[in-house]
């Protein structure tokens, strides 16, 4: 039961332009969104995150968008960088922030940027 | 000065034996976790650890016992090791007062042979 998914398990784009990954939810009482970035044989870092109150979120070269009613977000990368090849997980998490706060993950989308 | 490290990076060993990984974090976190990256590449929880109790445990067999002496350490032992335990495992911490985000540990590839 994939609650949250990535159908794109790759992605190719050339250095300069834009990337675009994007992911879709199942569940409904998910309300904060997260993109990790993985390194090979690293662990994902936090890269951006969107509250459901809001529609968009911008940090640099980074933006990600967020349709509820479609239950899709989108991770929007401008200008792709070489250094930006990496794997892209979509995360989600419902109401509660509390102990038993848990993210939802997807499969993840590998972003290749050729120069 | 890593923040989450674990323990070790790579382990290889033969079904049927008793591993343990170590899991320890340096943020002052109170929250810990422990996710599964199986061959389908999907991440999945498997416990979480508040100030040492167990908060979360998803459907994993009993042979994965995790412990927590203290809130900076989450180790993961398994039993009877099998094949379908092959996976990359990772710990994650998070601070529950101050965000939403995990900070991740670099994983541990385990495969069992």
């Known amino acids: 039961d994939q609650q949250v998914k990535q159908n794109s398990p790759s992605l190719s784009v050339q250095e300069g332009r834009i990337s675009i990954l994007n992911c879709d939810y199942t569940?409904?009482?998910?309300?904060?969104f997260l993109w990790y970035k993985k390194y090979p044989a690293e662990g994902p870092t936090f890269l951006i995150s969107?509250?459901?109150?809001?529609d968009k979120n911008e940090d640099g070269r980074f933006t990600v968008f967020l349709n509820k009613s479609a239950k899709h977000l989108s991770l929007h990368i401008v200008p792709s960088q070489p250094g930006d090849s990496a794997v892209y997980f979509c995360?989600?998490?419902?109401?509660?922030?509390?102990?038993?706060?848990?993210?939802?993950f997807g499969k993840g989308t590998l972003l290749t940027v050729n120069p | 000065d890593t923040a989450v490290s674990q323990t070790p990076k790579y382990l290889v060993t033969q079904m049927g034996n008793d591993k343990s990984i170590k899991c320890e974090q340096n943020l002052g976190h109170d929250t810990m976790y422990w996710y599964k990256q199986d061959s389908k590449k999907f991440l999945k929880i498997m416990f979480s650890y508040n100030n040492k109790e167990l908060i979360i445990n998803e459907t994993v067999p009993n042979r994965f016992s995790p412990k927590s002496p203290d809130k900076a350490h989450l180790n993961l032992h398994i039993n009877s090791l099998e094949l379908g335990d092959s996976a990359v495992y990772f710990c994650?911490?998070?601070?529950?007062?101050?965000?939403?985000?995990?900070?991740f540990g670099s994983g541990t590839r385990l495969t069992v042979v």
């Open positions: 569940n409904s009482m998910f309300d904060y």
């Open positions: 994650a911490s998070r601070d529950h007062g101050s965000g939403y985000g995990y900070t």
């Open positions: 969107i509250s459901s109150i809001k």
């Open positions: 995360a989600a998490s419902g109401k509660s922030g509390g102990s038993n706060y848990k993210l939802t």
